[in-house]
């Protein structure tokens, strides 16, 4: 039976929960599915070559949501994982299709998975849609209610394409790693001419890499295909005039990590015109890390407060450094008004996260409203979240309403009100729920525990938390993913916080004795 899926309960949602619903908790579904053609009507040959399976239903869920939601939505889902495997250091060594592991749980990893998405996704780029559905149709025609290898895919990609594919399998199936590039641009006035230089940094070879480079002139992309081959290569084109933007990899498809120095003039014109979700992405980054510095970066940012994708409006809310004054001055009108404004329930609990932080009392009521009447559970937590900040006595009381069976956004608000804004009581309500969670239940109080540690003037409640943090650094378990390290920071960052106040010194010397235990324990 091909057609049998089973999905994790999570998936079953109330309707509260579906009104906060992203895309990030609905693409299991997809993949699920798509595991009917890849998986069950050709299954993978061997654990090693898990990726015809994995990678491709990795991939089906982009694909998913392009049909369902649109371009902007798969680009946000693909670029999200993608960074996930970039991030990871360890998986930089492990080649797609791997012959040595030491479990098969080995081979459920982000090369496996997100990498292999991503490097599916390049391949239908360069391929282009009717060439790469072909090929994967003919994949499954070829070896169905059988098993599948990563050269059958190949095998057939090549068929139905009329090109040599050993280049891309050897360097993304059955290689590891990934480019890791700088790209820097000269215009010459003279000979009219822009070049662009593209170095890779990796260690061993430099991988082969067909892109697209569009050059702006006038308002219109001049599209240029190009290969990489070489560690170092400048590509050049003629143009009238200095392009407005020069955008290297104009498909964004590219599996590699870049440092782009193009000036943040480029980066907000390509903000402005260039197509693509990560077009959009890489220019609100450059922006979000010179807003403090630069009028511009700062007025790039408040107009990503309004992008069309609301996650580009999320990441453009959260990245606000509000405690910069002028920072402040140029979105807190805009944030006043998306207060009103906004929709999406993410969004809006970015835009109020933002306000909050402005601790000005005239948006209390504008917060409270939305705490009251939102629908959405997420937008009512970060209203009471915002309102710690506005009204710290009103949020407490209000907060103490999920102290019991409440939903999770509310429960994590509630505990974020406590953990900023409360005081003794607070305290031992979560000392207490600490005490009372078993195994993994006792996580969620990690956080807000820190952040008491250095807030309350009481050393009876300073020593009763460095207690139980000291407790869960010498669990074992937990040692194993460094959980120690962080909790002596944490405890050592919160005895810091105390200085200055009158209990300094014994707090300091409890924060000491735990931190040695800790380190002396093994
Ligand atoms: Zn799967």
């Known amino acids: 039976n091909t057609t049998a899926t089973l999905h994790g309960e999570q998936v079953q949602m109330t309707d509260k929960e579906l009104v906060d619903r992203e895309y990030s908790s609905e693409s299991v579904i997809a993949h699920e599915l798509f595991h009917q053609w890849f998986g069950d009507y050709v299954t993978a040959e061997s654990w090693s070559n898990l990726t015809v399976n994995e990678s491709m239903a990795d991939f089906s869920e982009g694909l998913y949501a392009e049909y369902k939601y649109g371009q902007d939505a798969a680009d946000a889902h693909n670029y999200r994982y993608l960074q996930r495997y970039l991030g990871s250091k360890r998986d930089v060594t492990k080649n797609l299709v791997r012959f040595h592991y030491d479990t098969q749980e080995d081979m459920f990893d982000l090369v496996t998975y997100q990498k292999g998405g ?64 700088s790209i820097d641009y000269a215009w010459d006035a003279a000979a009219k001419k822009q070049s662009v230089t593209v170095k890779q940094t990796q260690d061993g070879h430099p991988f082969e890499l067909p892109f697209t480079i569009d050059y702006y002139v006038n308002g219109k992309p001049v599209h240029q295909q190009v290969t990489m081959t070489e560690a170092t290569q400048t590509f050049t084109m003629p143009l009238a005039t200095k392009p407005m933007l020069v955008n290297v990899d104009a498909d964004k498809t590219l599996l590699w990590k870049k440092t782009d120095n193009k000036p943040l003039t480029e980066f907000a014109y390509q903000y402005k015109v260039a197509p693509r979700f990560v077009d959009r992405a890489e220019a609100l980054e450059a922006a979000l890390a010179k807003q403090t510095t630069d009028a511009s970066a700062r007025s790039l940012v408040v107009s990503a407060l309004s992008d069309k994708y609301y996650q580009l409006r999320v990441a453009a809310a959260e990245g606000l450094k509000m405690d910069n004054k002028d920072v402040a001055k140029a979105a807190a009108p805009v944030l006043r008004k998306l207060a009103t404004t906004e929709k999406e329930p993410h969004a809006l609990a970015a835009v109020l996260g933002a306000l909050g932080q402005l601790k000005d009392k005239k948006d209390e009521k504008l917060v409270t409203k939305e705490l009251a009447g939102n629908p959405s559970l997420t937008v009512q937590g970060a209203a009471l979240r915002a309102l710690g900040n506005l009204n710290a006595p009103e949020a407490l009381t209000r907060a103490k309403a999920y102290e019991v069976d409440a939903p999770a956004p509310l429960g994590a608000a509630m505990l974020s009100v406590y953990a900023r804004q409360g005081g003794a009581a607070q305290w031992a309500f979560i000392r207490d729920r600490f005490d009372a969670a078993q195994g993994q239940g006792k996580f969620r109080y990690l956080g807000p525990m820190n952040q008491m540690l250095g807030r309350l003037d009481d050393p009876k ?3 009763e938390d460095v207690t139980r943090l000291q407790q869960m650094a010498m669990l074992p378990q ?22 200055g106040k009158p209990n300094a010194a014994q707090n300091q010397a409890t924060a000491d004795a735990a931190v040695q235990a800790i380190q002396a324990a093994k």
């Not at 780029?125 to 098993?147: M, P, S």
């Open 478 to 499: 937990l040692k194993a993913y460094g959980y120690d390290k962080l909790a002596i920071a944490a405890i050592q960052k919160g005895a810091e916080a105390q200085k």
């Open 118 to 181: 991503a490097i599916v996704q390049m391949l239908r780029t360069y391929l282009g849609d009717d060439v790469f559905f072909a090929g994967l149709q003919k994949y499954l025609q070829d070896n169905k209610f059988g098993n599948g290898e990563a050269h059958q895919m190949r095998l057939a990609m090549e068929a139905v394409s009329g090109k040599d594919l050993n280049w891309f399998y050897n360097q993304w199936y059955y290689g590891a790693g990934h480019p890791v590039v």
């Open 461 to 463: 409640a300073f020593s």
